[in-house]
Structure formats: structure tokens, C-alpha cells
């Protein structure tokens, strides 16, 4: 993991309307790191990767990228940079096969004939070095499973060669063994040394795979936690910003039931 | 497992569902999952021709089908630019008219004006591209849904149609031109065989070498027999078709160049890049616009070809019948294209189907139409059974679609 962030905003502040969706707010990734980002509906993280994305550029704030200040005000200055977005919906064309969803946009062409050979030979090596697996790769994108969706257009990302990639949600819609495939696929980009901004609802998965959590609350940074020391207690904590609160209540009640169970079954 | 129930969850490393990669995974796949292709049109065609050649033994002989493949040349052309549209998951209600608007241009311009009638030809063609143009402009700059800027179009273009073809009403044009040679020509025997020959020696070239190259780049190719079946197939088809039109009075230029543009747009669609934006565009408008397709360019010039295509159909009406009337491209034209689109299992929904389907579907609505004729019904039963037999394509289209997303939920 290397020192200087690949990806750093700092005093990042938009604003729609009456609503400050972000103030101040800061953020940082390394290469070959994987940060979640976290916080309650409305907290600004959608706000902050849009921002990244170049979808909504921010009113004020700084973003430095590999140690460089950038301007991103369209999605094609992220993509330019590096940086790939994932986003919730899918974005996939259910009708087309999976070849022709990765290399939607950037075919690979011979005197204006598509080359399916080349396509179909390089989509496979990614998807293998990915360890994706589906049943074949010429099947139209609407057969297969959320979760083979989900890693089709994650793979899909990667072939503009980004280093930092942003995921919307990713395990959204996905039952447990397909979450578990998108958790693995994650932690291989991570090997491959890229940076990765995960948005998720699911401190599961956040626990899972990432290395450290930046919380949201009320579109300000609420906290910064290494995820190997942080309880999530620690982090609900942060999201809801208060020690009392419903979260924190039915947790504790959880815990003295656990304990009580623990200290009748104990030895 | 551990079975702690409060907590955090165990983390680390969660075991993926492997999934054994199916070698075959083909054509059984594609035909579970509802893509099923023109299979249900082929049997459907097969079908009604038994029943029709049960009923009149006529039905099949080389002269009937003569006059079936050239009375669908003209409604076919205008159906492939349907499908263009239909594949955008669109629909265009202005062909009929345009067709018609396009054969009052060619008449006015040749027979009034005395223009060059190639020249004429040309003029009516990009003429047709400039009317498409301004209906997928209204359509993708605007905003305006299709099925009104096109609906506009029908009457508009109808009107026009009607004012350039006035005070005559019908103006006939010359039994020897140009025009007129496009539907009242049949080739000589030989050069409709060599036709096929081409035709059938280009497509071998095609499966074997792509064959080869795939197996040289390590990817699952088609097996050889596989590849010398298709083969086979196809020339069966192009040579039984060759022999039973050479026996009448030969094939007819106008189905040459009907199958013609069916085969070149049908290879645009597939093996080019803005074929597969036109797809990616019906399929999912987000995902293309995100993956950096020009999704407007694509919807404008899309509306351009179907116009396009209109006006050329409209051209070979007018020639077929030496004339272009009030009444040309009227009546059900419009509705035989578009019928023609989906029963040749083009989806409504978008992003399905191919050409082929605009050649299959007229197919079947000219095999219809000659066996009604010569059982000597009334054109009400015709309507009543072309309606019946549109109304199975359109539910199979959304079964199929409704399995396709079972399929996908699985």
C-alpha cells in the first residue's frame, strides 16, 4: 500500500437548492486500498462519487489525483484520469452477449468490421484473470444472475486500465452467494493494486472487504476508521452520531441477551 | 460455522458459487432463456404452406410463387426500414405515406418534368432520407414520442402526396424505363444461377475461414459438420428457390435486390459498429449512453433509413403497377410493413431481431395473401386471418420476453 493517496478530496461543499448535500467533506484512497464509504440515506455519498465521477462537479473543494490537482467537470475527465464508475443500476444491455456489453462504446474494429475474434479472445482472458465465472460469455446479458450482471459490468470498467474504482451499492440487489462472488471480485481488484471507493448500506460487506471506512453524516466527514481496529458499534456510532440512539439500543439489547445466553450455556 | 447470533458477521474470504462451464452452451441455451430466434416463423411459413397446398394444388407451383416473391419485393423494402426502427423499440407510422409521397416525387419529376428517371430515383431516395431526418430530429432533439411525430408524418406526407399528384390524381409512367424494369424484369436462368453460386461460395468463405480463425485464437468453434450443415442448408434453400423461379421465367430483379438489401443491412446490424449501437441503443438507452454511443446521431439517421427505405419501396409500388396514384403506399401498406417486421420476429420491445425478419414476415403475409387468392376469399378473411396470425407473433414475442426474465431471475 502506498503512502501518497492516489485519489484525495479535501473541502469538498455542493450544494442543490436549499439542500448543503455536501460541506467540507473529505476524502482519500490509496492504491491497492479499498475504502467504504458509508452513512445514513441522504448523508451525501452518491453526492461525493457524482462528484468523482464528473456526473455533478462540486461548487468548491479540491481533488488531487496521484498527487496532482484536477478539474473534473464531465464524466469523460474521470474516465480520462483513470477513474472508473460502477453505478448502481447496472447500466448493462440485457439483449446484447456479454462481449459485446464489455466492448460497448470501444469495439474493437478491422477495416470497419467488427472484430468478434479479438473481443471474444481478450474478454475471456480478463474474465479469467477476474475469476469470473459464467456459463458463456455469448449469451445475452439478461440470462444471467445478478450477481454474474454485477461482475460483468465491474469487469467492464476495467478495461479502460483505471486505478481507482467507485461502486454504487454493488451487493444492492444480490442474494448471499452472489454478494460473495462481488465481495471476492472486489478484493482481486484490490490485489491488482487499484483503488477502490465502495459505497454500501451493508456493514456486512463493508466489514468483508474493506480496509478502512470513511463515514458520511448530514454531508460532513463523521469519521475515519481503520477497519481492523474499529468495532461496529465504533461505526453505527459515527453514521447516526449519536452514542443513544435506536441503532445503538437494539445492539446493546442484542449484546446483554448474547451475554446471558452465553453465560447459561457457558461451562 | 460458528453460530454466534449477535455480533458482526464472520468476515474473510467468502466462498464463490462455481458455476460448471457448459462447453455446449449454445443454441439449447439461447432457445431455454426464450431467444428464439426465427424458429417459431419458419415452422409457422411451413405450416401455412402445407395447409394452403392442401387446399389448392396450385398453391406451390413455379408460377405462383414467381408472382409471390415479386408482389413482396415492394411492402419488404419498406419493412426493413421497420425493422431498423422496431429494433430501437421504436415504431415509424409515416412509411405507407412516404412510399407514397415517394412514388408522386419520381412520377412528377420524370413523367412531368421530364427528368432522367435514375436521376429521379436518386432524388427520391435522399429525398426520403431528408423526411426521415427531420422525424428523428423532432424524435431525439425534441422529444416528441416517435409514435406522434411519425403519426403527424402519415398525414402530413399524405397530404403532400396528394397536392403534387394533383389536378391528374394518378400519373402513369413509361412501360420501357428504367422504373418500370426494376419489378418487370426476371433474370436469365444462368445468371440466376450464378447468383446463388456467389451467394452460397461467399457464405462457405465466411464460416470456414471465421472457423479457422477462431480455432487459431483458441476460441470454441463451430464444429465442421456444423459448418458444412449450415453450408448445405443454405444452398439447399438458395438452389430449390433458383430452380423453382427459373422454371417460370427466371428470378425476378426485384427480389434480387428485396433479399439484396435484407442481406446488406442485415450484415451492417451485426458485423459493424453502428449496427451494434443500434441494438445497444433498443436494448438499454442508458447503458449505450453511458458506454459513449451518440445515441441522438444513432435515432436520427435510424429514421433517416427508414424513410429511406419507404421512398424505395415506394419506387418499386410505382413500377409494378406503371404508375403513382393518390392511392399508392395508402390502404394497408403501413400495416403490412409493420406487420411483416413482427411476425418475422422482430420485438416491439427493442434491441431483437433482424432483418431477416422483415424477408420471413413478408413471407408470410405473401404467402397468405397469393393462397386466399387463389381459394378465391374475400380480402375479409385475409384481414381477419393476417390478423390472427400477427396477433400469435406479438404473444409469442411477450412470452418469450416474459422468459427471458424469469430466465434472468433464476
Redesign the interface.
Known amino acids: 500500500m502506498s503512502e501518497v493517496p492516489v485519489l484525495l478530496l479535501s473541502g469538498v461543499s455542493k450544494r442543490f437548492g436549499a439542500v448543503q448535500a455536501l460541506s467540507d467533506a473529505s476524502l482519500q484512497v490509496r492504491a491497492g486500498e479499498v475504502v467504504a464509504l458509508v452513512g445514513d440515506n441522504g448523508a451525501g455519498k452518491s453526492t461525493m462519487i457524482k462528484t468523482i465521477a464528473g456526473v455533478d462537479p462540486a461548487d468548491s473543494g479540491e481533488i488531487r489525483f496521484q498527487d496532482r490537482p484536477v478539474s473534473i467537470t464531465k ?1 469523460h475527465d474521470a474516465t480520462a484520469l483513470g477513474i472508473a464508475t460502477i ?1 448502481q ?8 452477449d456479454v462481449v ?2 464489455l466492448y ?4 474493437m ?1 478491422q477495416a ?3 472484430n468478434e ?2 473481443m ?2 481478450s474478454a ?1 482472458e480478463l474474465l479469467t484473470t477476474l ?1 469470473v ?4 460469455i ?3 446479458v ?6 454474474q450482471r454485477q461482475s460483468v459490468a465491474i469487469a467492464r470498467s476495467l478495461l479502460g486500465e483505471p486505478k481507482v474504482v467507485l461502486l454504487d451499492e454493488p451487493t444492492a440487489a444480490l442474494g448471499v ?5 462481488v ?2 471480485l472486489i ?1 482481486r481488484l484490490r490485489d491488482r493494486g487499484l483503488g477502490i471507493v465502495l459505497i454500501s448500506h451493508n ?2 460487506d463493508v ?2 472487504v474493506a480496509d478502512r471506512v470513511t463515514v458520511l453524516r448530514l454531508g460532513r466527514n463523521a469519521g475515519d476508521f481503520v477497519m481492523a481496529d474499529t ?2 458499534e465504533e461505526i453505527v456510532h459515527a453514521i447516526t452520531g449519536a452514542a443513544d440512539n435506536v441503532a445503538s439500543r437494539r445492539q446493546a439489547r ?2 446483554a ?2 451475554l446471558e ?1 452465553a453465560k447459561r450455556e457457558g461451562p | 460455522m460458528t453460530t ?6 464472520p ?9 460448471a ?2 462447453p455446449l ?2 443454441t439449447t ?2 432457445l431455454r ?1 426464450g ?1 428464439l430466434g426465427a424458429w417459431p416463423v419458419i415452422i409457422g411459413l411451413i405450416i401455412i404452406w402445407i395447409v394452403f397446398q392442401s387446399l389448392n394444388d396450385r398453391f406451390l407451383t413455379p408460377q405462383n410463387l414467381s408472382n409471390l416473391a415479386l408482389q413482396m419485393a415492394a411492402a419488404g423494402t419498406i419493412s426493413v426500414g421497420v425493422v431498423l426502427v422496431l429494433l430501437l423499440g421504436e415504431i415509424d407510422l409515416s412509411v405507407g405515406s412516404v412510399a407514397g409521397l415517394g412514388a408522386a416525387i419520381l412520377a412528377v419529376l420524370s413523367v412531368r418534368h421530364g427528368v432522367n428517371e435514375i436521376l429521379a430515383v436518386v432524388t427520391v431516395l435522399v429525398a426520403g432520407a431528408v423526411i426521415g431526418s427531420v422525424h428523428g430530429f423532432i424524435f431525439a432533439s425534441v422529444g416528441v414520442p416517435a409514435f406522434v411525430v411519425t403519426l403527424a408524418g402519415n398525414l402530413g406526407w399524405l397530404g403532400l402526396q396528394l397536392y403534387l399528384l394533383f389536378p391528374q390524381g394518378t400519373i402513369n409512367i413509361p412501360y420501357d424505363g428504367f422504373v418500370a424494369k426494376l419489378t418487370h424484369t426476371n433474370l436469365p436462368a444462368a445468371v440466376g444461377w450464378l447468383i446463388a453460386a456467389l451467394v452460397v461460395g461467399a457464405y462457405a468463405v465466411a464460416v470456414l475461414v ?1 472457423g479457422v ?2 480455432q487459431r ?3 470454441p468453434a463451430r464444429s465442421m459438420t456444423a459448418s458444412l450443415l449450415r453450408i448445405v442448408g443454405l444452398a439447399i434453400v438458395i438452389g430449390a428457390a433458383v430452380a423453382v423461379l427459373n422454371d417460370w421465367q427466371g428470378v425476378p430483379l426485384a427480389l434480387v435486390i428485396f433479399v439484396g438489401l435484407v442481406v446488406v443491412m442485415d450484415l451492417v446490424l451485426r ?3 453502428y449496427g ?1 449501437q443500434i ?2 441503443v ?3 438507452v ?3 449512453r ?4 451518440n445515441v441522438r446521431l444513432v435515432r436520427i439517421s435510424v429514421f433517416a433509413l427508414a424513410s429511406t427505405f419507404a421512398a424505395f419501396g415506394g419506387i418499386l409500388f410505382a413500377s409494378r403497377s406503371f404508375s403513382a396514384s393518390q392511392a399508392t403506399g395508402g390502404g394497408d401498406t403501413l400495416l403490412i410493413a409493420i406487420a411483416a417486421a413482427v411476425i418475422g420476429g422482430v420485438s416491439l420491445f ?3 431481431g433482424s432483418t431477416y425478419g422483415a424477408l420471413l414476415g413478408s413471407l408470410v403475409l405473401g404467402s397468405i395473401t397469393s393462397g386466399m387468392f387463389l381459394l378465391q376469399l374475400e380480402s375479409s378473411v385475409r384481414y381477419m386471418i393476417t390478423a390472427a396470425v400477427l396477433l400469435a407473433a406479438v404473444v409469442l414475442d411477450s412470452l418469450s420476453r416474459r422468459g ?2 424469469a ?4
Not at chain 2, 468476515?11 to 458455476?19: E, F, H, L, M
Not at chain 2, 430466465?407 to 433464476?410: E, L, S, V
Request: proline share 6%; aromatic share 2%.
Open positions: 464524466p453505478y443500476d447496472l447500466a448493462l444491455c440485457d439483449n446484447l459485446s456489453n460497448l462504446g470501444k469495439e474494429t470497419t468490421v467488427l475474434i479479438a471474444e479472445r475471456t475469476s465465472q459464467i456459463p458463456s455469448r449469451v445475452p439478461a440470462s444471467l444472475s445478478g450477481g452467494a452472489q454478494t460473495a462472488q465481495l471476492d478484493e456493514l456486512a466489514r468483508a468495532t461496529q442484542q449484546s441477551v448474547d445466553r | 454466534t447470533t449477535g455480533g458482526p458477521p468476515a474473510g474470504p467468502a466462498t464463490v458459487q462455481k458455476r462451464p457448459a452452451a449454445g441455451e439461447r432463456s431467444e471465421d480463425l477462431r485464437a483458441g476460441l458485423r459493424t459498429r451494434r441494438y445497444a433498443g436494448g438499454n442508458e447503458a449505450a453511458r458506454a459513449g454511443v427493442g434491441g431483437r427471458r426474465r430466465h434472468g431471475r433464476q
